[in-house]
Structures are given as C-alpha cells and as structure tokens.
C-alpha cells in the first residue's frame, strides 16, 4: 500500500532535523577540539618545550614541625630550633662520587661520613633525599648553596631540630628524640612515608615516645620540575605539612628543677603528686643525662660514661625501678586487719624484738623490743613485730588485695618509658611465678614491705595520694593536647571506713611531728605546712645468724652495694592534704637518715612555690639547712640556658 505524500513530507522534515542537530554538535566538538590543539601548541609551547627535553615532574615530601611541649605554666620544655642540612637526590645524580668529591671541598666530610652517605644511597629508594650533613653552620650552608647549579641533586635545607631548653630536668620524662633506625622500622606498624627519610627523628623515650604520632605531625609534598642533569627548574605547588601537637604536662618545671637538685649526688627518685587531682608536680630521678647529646649525635665516650655508671643515669628509677617498700608499707597490712576486724586500733601487741615461727626467728628492727604497742605508736616508731602479728591473722591474701586497692601492683597509665607493674603476692602468683607454696613466713616478710613484695616511687605515691584522701586517685601527666584538657585523675572513693583511715592518718603525723616519731628529725616548723608521713629502710642482703650475733655491720661500713635502701613517704598540709611524695635512695642506709629529709624539702618547695623558707624549719636546724640549701645546683625557670648537668 503507497504511503501518503503528507507521510514521505513529515518523515524528510525529521529526518532532515536531525541532520541539523547531529552536523551541529559535530561542528562544535570539532570547534572545542581545535581551541584545545591551540591552547596546547601555542599557549603552553614553552612547558611542553621543556618537557620534550626530558624535564620532569618530582613529587617531594615535607616534613612537619614537630609539636612542642610545655609544662603546666606554659614553660618550653621540648621545642624546635633552626638546623641547615644537605641532602642528595641519588635519583637526580650521573655521577655521584663526582658530586661527593666537589662537596667535599666546601663542607668538612671524613672517610666514614662518606661511607654512611653511599651506604644509604644503596640502602634508600633513588628518589628519597640522603642527608650528608647536618647542623652546618651558616657559611658551611651559604657555600652549598651558592655552587648549587654545579651539584646536581644535591640541595641544601633549612629544616627543624629538637631542643631541650631545660637540659637533665626533664630527661627522664620527656625522653628524646633520634633517626628512624632499622629496629624501628622492623617493630612498628607505621606506614608513615615520613619514617622512610633517612635521619627524620622520632621519640625514643619518654613522653616523645609514647605520643610519637600526635607529635609528629603530617607530612606534605611539593611538586617540582627537574632538567634532565637533575637541577630544579621551578616549583609547580605544594600542599603543606601540618605540624604535630602542642602538648602540655602536668610538671611544674620551678618544682623539678628542685627536686632533681634535691636528689644531686645520689641514686635516688622522687614523685611529688597533687592528691585532688592526680596531677604529676614532679618526677626525679638521680642522677640524669642531658637529652640534646642524643639528639646531635652522642660520642662514645659520653655514652660510655652513661652506661658504666653504677648510678645508671639512663634508668628512670621513679617509675622503672622496683624497690621492697619496708615499712612504708605497714598502713596497707593495718588496712587490711582493721578492715577484717583482726585488730582495733587500740589493741596492743607486744614486741620483745623478734617473732619465733617454726624454729624460725623473724626480727624486728629494734634489738631490746618495744614492748607494748598499739596501732598508732606501731606506725609512729616503726614496730615490726606488731605486723608479724596482723600478718598470722589477715594472711596474705587481704594485704595483696589492700595494696592494690591502694594501687600498688599495679601498671599505671602514664606517656613514659618501661612504667613497671610491681608485685603484690599471692599463694597462687608465688606458685605460678616461683613454683613454690606459699609459707607462713612469706606473710611475714610482706607484711613489713621485704620478702615478695616490690613498689616503684610512683607507687608509692600513689598510696600515699590515696591514704590522704580515701580516694582512689590516679596519676596524670598530660594535662591537655592542643589546648584540649585530659580528665583528671580525681578518682572515686575507695570505700575504706573514714575513721580506720583517720586512725592511719593520725598515726603518719605522730611518725613526723612527734618526738619519738621515726621522721621527727625532719618534721616541719610551720603549722599550716606540716607533713605526715612514713620511713622505710630495705633490705638487700640478708643479715645471718652470726652476724647478729657479733653485731650488725652498720651501713656507712659496707660497701655501697649492700647498703639497704632508704625511702620515706608522706602527705601535706596534714590538716587538708594537697601533696603527696614519695622519695626512694638506693642504698642510702636509714629512711629517716637519708629519705625524709629530702621528701621535706622537696614538700616544702611544693607548698612554698620555690626555695623553701627557713623559717618553715625547727630553728635549731636553720643554719645548717641554710648552708645545705645555698649549695644547690638550682637555675631560675625564666633563664632560657640552664646550669651544665652531670652525667
């Protein structure tokens, strides 16, 4: 059947539409197309010029400023400062021995730098910089820079080293900061490309170490053109690095700065603690290091004279180093019997100077005895005996219990380095740790702080914080990260019976402002700033039967190693507790001889906000303190340089 001649007219018309539509759209993708060719060939002749004469595009990193901390005031305590270095791009080098060989004309270079740099050009990717040498001076740098265009892939930097304004103080908190090593790499899991950089510096210990990726920052890059010799020709853009975080603690530098004084010339660690909320004042540890020798490269011999130090000036003993806690540990074991109900505070004991167990003398420190005690005056002269008792009747498994309740035993939450758990026994841990059974007699031991039983000054502390407030107060060393505040460590309450705990209290003040008080020697003169407290002396050998026999050696008699340790604890002001401390002396014979009067001193400077008054000490004792306090290796917090530290 013909179709319509109206039909074949309407159907040409479509057709012929579409015609249009499509030749248009061709045309223009045609008329775009050209624009583009034009654009290319004409406009942007001269890049593609450069290109053509195999130029490239290199994309580099950029490393953050690391962020700085500060203490509680807003003291600079780990910063940065301005470094020039040259780096080498093996990727952008012909002849690299030829390019070593002129730089070593403007830059001093031994036999064994040069081996270091062709080590890690082998080692490293073609295209990540080797340093050659850092902390150059300015004529060193302005050399380089200058012959520039005759070193191809050489590029001298300005970047940022780490400084520690406040030298030993803080060495043991803070730590430092040193290359990115081959044993780093093999135990962390970060795939940071910043960590690839040969010398980038990462935290090593410490405080740097624990908040290593906040610190850090994150990397940015630049794009660059480079000729074909390897030169820059021009930056294309870049994205910038962001720089790590600000980071304040809770140390009190003015505080510190004494505290380490105060421990000088002994192996010692001290914590000064705020009870209300957890916040850590200070944390010493004697003797110290200076944390810049690492980060600019230590010697061997100034190593050498760290690691063969019998002080062991790189162990941060205030958190690391375990101690037996002797009598500082005689208000948990009362704790633990006044909460089973095994004693009242004022039953008696009597103490003949030793306790006989299975054919066993246990002695107590005082040879005669101190006859009849009850719990205040055990505590405030120190009876061993009266806890031997408390020890038969709670057992172990109540003091382990009481200790940790008080946070002993266990491993606290604090950015530091090897934070060490302690122990507190039981009969199942001495089975499982030293397949043993438990005896009698290991009770006995623990109940005075000695056999099992090991603390660390922060510990220490930390029982004391708790004893003073009946709180179960926690540590806190960061205070706030990028002006973000951490929770405090206020911590709930412990639950102990307030009166049990004031019979605690009372008898730590009778121990340091009464007269036949173990620490009375250093007790406090001013009324609204006394301490209550507690000695302890340790053993570290054991005193045989003969030796008791013919006389105890005295400890200034032995040598240094089998002295026993000295430590003291405390808390003031009494009358409403702010400041807790713990002060540990390894070997330093007597805790109320060689412990106690360092806890007053350094308490006194807490509570006084810098060198403590004399008139805050008995005035028989002033002329002497006078003369001890002038001598300190003290500095002012404001002045940026601090005094020479000793190794």
């Not at 012929?16 to 539509?21: D, F, K």
């Not at 200070?282 to 020798?293: E, K, R, Y």
């Amino acid at each position: 059947m013909r179709r319509a001649q109206k039909d074949i007219e309407e159907s040409a018309a479509i057709i012929s539409r579409r015609g249009l539509v499509l030749g248009g759209g061709m045309a223009a993708f045609a008329g775009l197309l050209g624009l583009r060719m034009r654009h290319l060939q004409v406009e942007q002749a001269d890049q593609f010029r450069l290109l053509a004469e195999e130029n490239r595009i290199n994309i580099r990193l950029l490393p953050p400023a690391r962020g700085q901390i500060f203490d509680r005031n807003g003291l600079l305590i780990a910063g940065n400062e301005q470094n020039y270095r040259v780096t080498i791009v093996r990727d952008e080098v012909d002849d690299v021995e030829k390019v070593l060989h002129d730089l070593s004309k403007l830059i001093p270079m031994t036999m064994e730098d040069l081996e270091r740099i062709r080590e890690e050009l082998r080692k490293r990717s073609r295209l990540v910089p080797v340093t050659i040498a850092d902390r150059l001076s300015w004529e060193d740098i302005s050399q380089v820079a200058v012959n520039a265009p005759a070193l191809p892939g050489v590029h001298p930097e300005f970047g940022l080293s780490r400084m520690y304004p406040r030298g030993a103080d803080f060495a043991h908190i803070v730590g430092y900061v040193g290359p990115v090593s081959d044993y780093d790499l093999s135990r962390i899991d970060d795939k940071d490309p910043l960590l690839q950089i040969p010398k980038f510096q990462i935290g090593k210990t410490g405080t740097e170490n624990k908040l290593e990726r906040a610190l850090r920052g994150k990397a940015g890059t630049k794009r660059v053109e480079v000729n074909a010799r390897g030169r820059v020709m021009r930056e294309l853009g870049r994205d910038e690095s962001q720089k790590g975080s600000s980071v304040q603690l809770t140390i009190d530098t003015r505080l510190q700065n004494f505290t380490q004084a105060r421990l000088s010339g002994e192996s010692a660690a001290a914590v000064v603690m705020d009870v209300e909320t957890g916040d850590l004042l200070a944390i010493g540890s004697a003797p110290a290091f200076d944390p810049n020798l690492f980060v600019r490269g230590i010697s061997v011999k100034d190593y050498a004279s760290l690691t063969e130090n019998k002080y062991r000036p790189l162990a941060n003993k205030a958190v690391q180093g375990l101690y037996p806690p002797g009598s500082t540990f005689k208000m948990v074991t009362a704790l633990a019997a006044l909460e089973a109900g095994e004693i009242g505070p004022e039953e008696t004991i009597r103490c003949v100077g030793h306790t006989e167990l299975a054919s066993r003398r246990f002695h107590c420190w005082k040879r005669g005895g101190h006859g009849r005690m009850n719990l205040r005056n055990s505590l405030k002269q120190s009876c061993d005996v009266y806890y031997y008792e408390l020890a038969q009747r709670v057992g172990i498994e109540k003091i382990s219990a009481m200790g940790r309740r008080l946070g002993l035993g266990e491993r606290h939450d604090v950015p530091m380095s090897a934070v060490a758990t302690g122990i507190m026994p039981t009969k199942a841990w001495k089975r499982e740790n030293r397949g043993n059974d438990w005896v009698i007699g290991d009770s006995l031991n623990a109940s005075i702080g000695q056999g099992l039983v090991l603390t660390s000054p922060l510990q220490l502390a930390i029982m004391t914080a708790r004893l003073a407030t009946n709180r179960a107060v926690t540590p806190r060393l960061v205070r706030s990260v990028n002006d973000v505040e951490t929770p405090l460590g206020t911590g709930a309450p412990l639950g102990l019976n307030e009166n049990q705990m004031r019979y605690i209290q009372d008898a730590m003040f009778a121990v340091s402002n009464e007269s036949r008080g173990t620490a009375y020697s250093s007790r406090i003169a001013d009324k609204s700033l006394r301490m209550a407290g507690k000695t302890g002396t340790s053993q570290v050998r054991n005193i045989t039967a003969a030796e008791r026999a013919r006389g105890v050696f005295r400890n200034e008699d032995l040598p240094w190693e089998r002295r026993d340790h000295a430590l003291f604890v405390g808390f003031a002001p009494f009358d409403k507790p702010k400041y807790a401390i713990s002060v540990v002396v390894e070997h330093g014979g007597g805790g109320s001889t060689a412990a106690a009067p360092i806890a007053r001193d350094i308490i006194l400077a807490a509570q006084e906000g810098g060198m403590p008054s004399l008139n805050s000490y008995p005035q028989s004792q002033r002329g002497r303190i006078s003369s001890a306090l002038g001598k300190l290796p003290v500095w002012d917090p404001s002045d940026p340089t601090p005094p020479e530290t000793q190794a």
